[in-house]
Each structure stands twice: as structure tokens, then as C-alpha cells.
């Protein structure tokens, strides 16, 4: 565990790392980044985390159950989103003309408009979701075990 | 029932990647849900897959276009190539296809109480649908990009499953030894793709195939995927690895690696009858095969009798036993340009090749699971330890007979129908093979039947006074192997004119791969 | 940009596999052997990506650019799908030697058992 001051730092930190983490995701379909990447950032700031607080103190609040469930959802949304279009033919962009960022883009040069895509940005937050958990849960098992202590990986 | 085949290859890959996800939240509440859930799961992959293949058989060449407005709109309006992912299946991805179902429920009915001392079985299980989807996603693939994309899937679950029981120290050596050798293979294999990428501007192996060159690029690329393919196969001289990664598996996951070796062997025929074809200076690769062939089958068979480690044994006898299929291919393919002979002997080999694949997908796990049953029963791999287990272990016994007598070639059995097909076909090509071929043969009985000798035979051993049957669920896995192998003894020519001759057409006939993407009439 | 010559990322990436090569063959500290794979994954992604630079393009997506030549995207996917695989391999990795190092006591592949890079 490292000095107060980095402690608190970190505390505060770690909120602008999540909203910019969501922002990478959620703009996944129209700038780059995507599921991956912006799960890839807020994981950074777990470890952020796992530097300032120890391992076992932050294997307190995120718990491998958790975690396990985390990433079982995220990629069973994947692939209810992938089956969701087997009407048609697996991955079909079912999306496309309703609401739901539905919109078909514009092309040529024009700002991006965050409502197109389809399925592609609710995928995303699946990946991103499972990312999340997956790295973390891999990240913290790694620090537990250079700590000494014994996990069920 | 129609509407279940046309999706029927996407659903065969994605079933058991959506299984692989629902096992730990079904596994937090019960285990014998997710034990169900995981049989079921894989036995109505084994039924689509069935139906998949009837209706190949049928219909011919199975597409898939994944994201499309229809599944067989390959290239959609305005484009001149195929730009979508699509699953590509023909006789030979099928036959791949149903080796991969039937191990993998085999397998997974073993590993019930194969694995039931051990922590976190949760993750086994998901770990090893993840191999089934990485499998399947390699034989199915019609995509160079994916078949590097579901090898990574089969090869990284496939190492956490050999470093699985992480108390023994060796099963960490075999499976980093196994997570190397694979991440150089596929990385290899992306640098391949990128340099046939950067001339042609596709990544479809029926869109690439139409319009390769052959040029100096060209000829690098296949040496990267041809090193990467029969590296991960374990092909002899870049062999060292296999033995110490599979030997030291868990046993149900062994049969299941041998498996994906078998798939690794699918791609570089693959890439070398489909993607590169008429093109390709056949002979030379196909010389190449059969050297290399040759030396896996020596020294496979001669460093198998040295071993006490019954797994390791077993393991150098697979090396040896893919020898047979790379020289039974490996002189098709030399001959590939030569309509005439193709027909004389070369489509006969290719058929012993493939029959082999059949053959030895079916008895080698069946052996690496009896192995897996002396080690469950005896806590111990060395053989030279074992004696007089037929008494207590009847049903292993036999078994284990069953399978050495099909590995060792002895007629009627299995191993035999396909050994002939191979000696007769390649005795044309050139008599060293067949001689070969025979000598390896005589030398694997021989050291089967040492084994058979030291573990089964003799007075019971004090320290085995105690040694029960294996459980019912990997009697079962064992079985259903035996009855694979009692089957295709009684009606060999059925599987014969059925599944393996339409699966060595499907590797001949280039032209029909490639019309069924681009869409061209044949 | 266009001072540079365009196959410079090239003859990078393979340096990078080269001296990959060379790590993974010669080198027996296993740290080491990761650290090579991590190389050869890198090398092999600069290549990649270059194969889809365009001089003076821009970046791959659909709306929102200024008009003129757009850097290949299929690269780029193919790169990323990379990346997101070798991070797993890389972590699988890591996580074995631990469990080597905590049953031999070493990270010298000469010393457990018979290791081949």
C-alpha cells in the first residue's frame, strides 16, 4: 500500500479513467477505439489501483465471482446480439432502419453521428464489459500471485 | 428442420462458444446442470453436424455468409471480391468436422470423473468448449484470417488445458512448452496472410485461389504456413515439444489435442491442394511431405520404444502414426499436376491419407484414455511400475487390445483398411514407402505389446490390491470410441465410398472450391 | 510524412522478427523467450499496418473525414484482432512461468527439465 496521498489521487483518478474508458466504447462505431480498447483503458486504471492500494486489499471489492459472472454476461450479450439476427443470417445487422441506432450514415465528409451502426455499439459495450472483467480478473490473479497467495486461477 | 441446416455451420461453431459462456453461471448453482448442460450442448453438435454432412453429400459444398442479407450472397452488389466472413464446407471439412464432434463428446463424458478431484472444473469446461469452437472454426473457415483466428482460440485454450493441474510442475513446463511453440506458429501463419494480403487484397482461400500468382512472395508465404502448420502438427523435425506437451495432459484432453493436430494437418492440406493447387510446383512440396513423413514415421516409431512414460509413449507413436498420413497425402499432392497418374494411384493415396486421419482420430484417443485410466487407477505414468492390471480392469483391458490391435494395422481392424489403401497406392510411387511403411508397422505392434505386457500382464502387484474399475462415465467415453473403431471395421466400404473419397475429391477438385465463393458457374 | 521512404516500416518490422528470432532461439532465461514472442508479435503487426499505409491518408472511417486517400482498414482489423490475441497469450504465458518458478525455483530453461525454446 503506497502513501496517503497516492491513495487519495488514485481515488479520484479512477472516475475520469471509467468515464473515458465509456467514452472509447461508446464511440467505438465513429472514432476509433471500440469494446476492447476502451475496456483496455479502464483496466489500466485498475491497476492504477492495484499499484496504490495492495492486491488484497482491492480483492476485496472486486470479487472473482463477480467478475466471472461480469464476463459470462458480456459475452453471452455478444452472442445473443449475434443469434438475434439468425432470421436472416447469423450477425445480421437486424438494427439497421429502426430507432436503435439505426440511422445509415451520410457518406463524404460530415460529423459522425453517434445513432448508426446497428448492433455494432451494443456489441462493443458487451466486448467492453467482458474485457473489463476478463483483464481485471487476469491482472489480479497475477498480482495475488507474485504476493504470495494462494488463488484458484 | 431446412432452416436448422442452412444456418447448421454457423450453429456448430457458435453453440458451444455460447455453452463455453453459460457453464460458470450454470456451474455456480449445480454441478450436475453444467455437467448436462456440456453433454447436451456437444451431442446436438454432433447431430447438426450429422445433418451438415448428409446434406453435403447431397447437395455439395456447404456456404455460409456471415452478416449478409441471404447466407449465400458472397459478393454482395458492387463488389468484385468476397468481403464478408464465410464458412466454407466441403467434403473434407466435414469429415474433419465429424472426427471433432464425436472426440470432443468422447472427451468431455471422459473428463467427468477423469477430472473430478480437481478445483475449478468450472473453468475446465469452458476452457474445453473453447477448444471445440476453435476446432470446429478451423475446419469450417473458408477465410485465411479466421482459420489464424480460431487456431489461436484452439491452440490458447488448449494450453491452459494441458497446464491445467497446476500442482504438478511438469504439466507447466508441457504447456508453456505447447503456448510457445503455438504463438511462433500462428504468428508465422498472420505474416503469411499479410503477404498474400498485400498482393492480392483478400483474404477469401477460394477468392485467393482464383487469382494467385505463384510469385516469389507467394513462395515464402507457403514455406511460413507450411513450417507453422506442420510445426503445430508435430511433424518430425520440429517435434520436440509434442511429447512433453501431450504427455502430460489430462487424458481426455490429449485425445482432444491430437485432434487438433489432425486439424492443423486439415490446413496445410489446405493451403497446399486449395489455396495454392495447380499453381504450386506440386512435386517439390509433395517430396517434401513424404521425406518428412518418412522421418516422423521412424523416428517416432524408435523413440516410442525407449519411453516408460505410458503417455510419452503413446505420444511418439502419434508422431509416427501422422508420418503415414503426410506420405499418403504428400504423394498425391507430388502428383497432383499429372492428370493421368492422379487417377492411377494418386487419388487412392490421398483417400489412404484421409482414411488414416479417420482411422487414427478414432484409436488414438481411445489409447490415450486407457492411459489416462491406468494413471487415474494407479497415480503413476511409468509402466515399468505397472503389472497385472487385466485383473482388476477388464474393461480397460480390452479396450486397450482393441486399440493395439487397430494401430498396429492388424487385419480386419480399422487401422489395417487404411494402412493397405496407403501401401498399394504409394508402392507405385515408389517401393521405399510401402517397405517403410511395413517396418513401422511391425515396430509399433512390437511395442505395443511390451506395454500391453508390462501394465496388463503378470501377477497382481501388492500395491495394486486396491485398484478398482475406472468409473462408468469413462468407460462410456472409451466405448464409444471402440464402437467408432467397430464400425468402420464391419463397413469399410461404406465409409469409403461415402465420407473419404467425396473428402479427397474435395481437396482435388479446386475449381468447384473456388465457384462455390466466387459464384461462378462450374 | 512523405520524406520518409515507404519501406522503412518494413525493413523495422523485419528487424523486430529478426532479433525475435534470435531471442527465442539463443536465449534461455524464459522472461526472456516471452519478451522475444512479444517482439515477433510486434514485428509482425508494424507489418501489417504498414501494408495498409497510405502517404497522406486518413484515418478508416465512414463519415466524418476530409476528403483524399483513406489508410486501408482490413490491416488495421486484422492487426487489432492480433493485439487482443497475443494480449491473452502473453498473460497465459506469464502466468505458467509463475507456476514454474514456483515449482523449480528457476526461470533458466537449462534447469527444468529439458526446455526448448
Excluded at chain 2, 510419452?312 to 499418403?328: C, D, E, N, P
Excluded at chain 2, 487414427?360 to 487415474?376: D, S, V, W
Amino acid at each position: 500500500m503506497l502513501s496517503k496521498i497516492v491513495r487519495t489521487v488514485a481515488n479520484q483518478l479512477i472516475l475520469f479513467i471509467l468515464i473515458f474508458g465509456l467514452y472509447v466504447i461508446a464511440h467505438g462505431h465513429i472514432t476509433p477505439g471500440g469494446g476492447f480498447q476502451g475496456g483496455a483503458i479502464i483496466v489500466s486504471g485498475v491497476i492504477m489501483l492495484l499499484v496504490a492500494f495492495s492486491s488484497k486489499e482491492l480483492k476485496k471489492s472486486l470479487r472473482e465471482r463477480v467478475l466471472s459472472i461480469m464476463e459470462s454476461t458480456g459475452a453471452l450479450i455478444f452472442a445473443a446480439l449475434a443469434f438475434a439476427g439468425i432470421g436472416t443470417v447469423f450477425f445480421y445487422n437486424f438494427l439497421v432502419g429502426t430507432p436503435i441506432f439505426g440511422r445509415i450514415p451520410v457518406p463524404g465528409p460530415g460529423p459522425g453521428d453517434i445513432w448508426t451502426g446497428g448492433v455494432i455499439p451494443l456489441m462493443n459495450f458487451a466486448v467492453g464489459l467482458k474485457v473489463i472483467a476478463g483483464l481485471s480478473a487476469v491482472v489480479l490473479a497475477i498480482a495475488l500471485f507474485s504476493s504470495g497467495e494462494e488463488v484458484e486461477e | 428442420m431446412d432452416t436448422l441446416i442452412t444456418h447448421s455451420s454457423i450453429l456448430i461453431i457458435a453453440i458451444p462458444l455460447v455453452t463455453a459462456f453459460l457453464i460458470p453461471l450454470v456451474g455456480m448453482t449445480s454441478k450436475k446442470a453444467r455437467n448436462a448442460l456440456v453433454i447436451v450442448s456437444l451431442a446436438f453438435v454432433a447431430f447438426l453436424v450429422f445433418a451438415l454432412a448428409k446434406d453435403i453429400a447431397i447437395n455439395g459444398i456447404h456456404i455460409y455468409t456471415l452478416g449478409a442479407t441471404s447466407p449465400d450472397l458472397t459478393t454482395p452488389t458492387g463488389f468484385m471480391a468476397p468481403v464478408r466472413i464465410i464458412l466454407e464446407v466441403d467434403g473434407m471439412s466435414i469429415l474433419m468436422g465429424i472426427i471433432w464432434s464425436i472426440v470432443s463428446l468422447a472427451a468431455a463424458i471422459f473428463s467427468f470423473s477423469h477430472i473430478a478431484s480437481e478445483t475449478g472444473q468450472n473453468r475446465f469446461y469452458t476452457l474445453l468448449l473453447l477448444m471445440v469452437t476453435g476446432g470446429f472454426g478451423m475446419m469450417f473457415t473458408g477465410d485465411l484470417f479466421n482459420l489464424f483466428v480460431f487456431l489461436e482460440i484452439a491452440s490458447i485454450s488448449g494450453a491452459a488445458l494441458i497446464a491445467f493441474r497446476t500442482k504438478f510442475a511438469d504439466t507447466q513446463e508441457g504447456g508453456f512448452k505447447y503456448i510457445v511453440v503455438s504463438a511462433i506458429a500462428s504468428l508465422m501463419v498472420l505474416f503469411a496472410i499479410g503477404l498474400l494480403y498485400a498482393q492480392y487484397n483478400s483474404l477469401n482461400i477460394g477468392a485467393l485461389a482464383q487469382v494467385i500468382q505463384y510469385t516469389t512472395p507467394d513462395k515464402i508465404a507457403l514455406a511460413l504456413l507450411l513450417i507453422a502448420f506442420t510445426m503445430k502438427a508435430g511433424m518430425v523435425p520440429l517435434h520436440l515439444w509434442f511429447p512433453d506437451a501431450y504427455s502430460v495432459a489430462p487424458a481426455s484432453i490429449t485425445g482432444m489435442l491430437v485432434i487438433t493436430s489432425h486439424a492443423c494437418m486439415y490446413a496445410a492440406f489446405r493451403v497446399c491442394f486449395t489455396l495454392y493447387g495447380g499453381m504450386l510446383g506440386t512435386s517439390v512440396v509433395g517430396w517434401i511431405l513424404i521425406i518428412f513423413g518418412l522421418l516422423s514415421m521412424f523416428v517416432g516409431v524408435t523413440m516410442a520404444v525407449f519411453q516408460k512414460d505410458v503417455m510419452r509413449f503413446m505420444s511418439y507413436h502419434a508422431i509416427s502414426q501422422l508420418g503415414y498420413m503426410w506420405v499418403g497425402v504428400g504423394v498425391g499432392l507430388a502428383v497432383l499436376g499429372n492428370p493421368a497418374l492422379l487417377a492411377t494411384y494418386g487419388r487412392d493415396a490421398i483417400s489412404g491419407g484421409i482414411f488414416h486421419i479417420l482411422n487414427h482420430a478414432m484409436y488414438k484417443p481411445l489409447l490415450f484414455f486407457t492411459g489416462g485410466a491406468l494413471f487415474y487407477c494407479t497415480g503413476t505414468r511409468d509402466l515399468t511400475k505397472m503389472g497385472g492390471l487385466a485383473h482388476k480392469m477388464k474393461w480397460t483391458t480390452i479396450l486397450y487390445i482393441i486399440g493395439t490391435l487397430s494401430i498396429s494395422g492388424i487385419p480386419p481392424l480399422n487401422g489395417f483398411s487404411s494402412k493397405i489403401l496407403i501401401y498399394e497406392s504409394v508402392y507405385q510411387f515408389h517401393p521405399i514407402l510401402t517397405i517403410t511403411g511395413i517396418i513401422v508397422s511391425i515396430l509399433t505392434l512390437a511395442s505395443f505389446t511390451k506395454a500391453f505386457h508390462s501394465a496388463f500382464m503378470g501377477a497382481e502387484l501388492p500395491e495394486y490390491k486396491e485398484v478398482k474399475e475406472v468409473p462408468r462415465s469413462m468407460i462410456i467415453a472409451m466405448v464409444i470410441l471402440a464402437a467408432g473403431i467397430i464400425f468402420i471395421t464391419l463397413f469399410p466400404a461404406l465409409i469409403v465410398n461415402w465420407i473419404i473419397n467425396p473428402a479427397a475429391d474435395a481437396l482435388i477438385n479446386q475449381g468447384a472450391y473456388i465457384n462455390a465463393v466466387t459464384g461462378a458457374t462450374p | 510524412m512523405e520524406y520518409i521512404p515507404l519501406n522503412f516500416p518494413f525493413l523495422a518490422a523485419a528487424l523486430l522478427v529478426g532479433v525475435s528470432f534470435y531471442i527465442i532461439i539463443f536465449k534461455k532465461n524464459l522472461i526472456k523467450l516471452i519478451m522475444g514472442i512479444a517482439m515477433l508479435a510486434a514485428g509482425v503487426n508494424l507489418f501489417l499496418v504498414s501494408l495498409g499505409y497510405r502517404a497522406g491518408g486518413t484515418a478508416p472511417i465512414y463519415t466524418d473525414v476530409p476528403e483524399g486517400p483513406m489508410v486501408l482498414s482490413v490491416p488495421q482489423a486484422l492487426t487489432l484482432t492480433s493485439i487482443v490475441i497475443n494480449v491473452a497469450v502473453l498473460a497465459l504465458m506469464l502466468t505458467m512461468v509463475i507456476h514454474i518458478y514456483r515449482h523449480t525455483g528457476s526461470l533458466d530453461s537449462e534447469k527444468s527439465r529439458k526446455m526448448k525454446g
